[in-house]
Nanobody, 127 residues
Framework: QVQVVESGGGLVQAGGSLRLSCTASGRTFGGNAMAWFRQAPGKEREFVAAMSRSDIGPYYADSAKGRFSISRESLNNTVNLQMNSLKPEDTGLYYC????????????????????WGQGTQVTVSS
């Protein structure tokens, strides 16, 4: 049984940084796409960043480019999201997701293609 667990959320002031981590267990996800999405209260869940095969991507939402960095470690079953220069609009529940296969470009943005999801970790950025 696959489990996806996120950690690292918290409360931070605007301009600060947070590092989120996600570990998937139950199978190996080497070469499979893993991504971060977020959902603010009353809004749709939106794509933040994704990594696929080592020769593809990573990919970032426009809102994350230049401030967030996604990386993988531990035989590719752990994915991290380093978030710098945080803004109040970054507030939300951050979800980690993993795909059965790999993706490229717009396919990595589509949350319907991700089969495995964590419970989310809360990020709150105060102004």
């Amino acid at each position: 049984q696959v489990q996806v667990v996120e950690s690292g959320g918290g409360l931070v002031q605007a301009g600060g940084s947070l590092r989120l981590s996600c570990t998937a267990s139950g199978r190996t996800f080497g070469g499979n796409a893993m991504a971060w999405f977020r959902q603010a209260p009353g809004k749709e869940r939106e794509f933040v960043a994704a990594m696929s095969r080592s020769d593809i991507g990573p990919y970032y939402a426009d809102s994350a480019k230049g401030r967030f960095s996604i990386s993988r470690e531990s035989l590719n079953n752990t994915v991290n999201l380093q978030m710098n220069s945080l803004k109040p609009e970054d507030t939300g529940l951050y979800y980690c997701a993993a795909m059965d296969g790999w993706c490229s470009k717009v396919g990595c943005w589509d949350r319907r293609l991700y089969r495995y999801w964590g419970q989310g970790t809360q990020v709150t950025v105060s102004s």
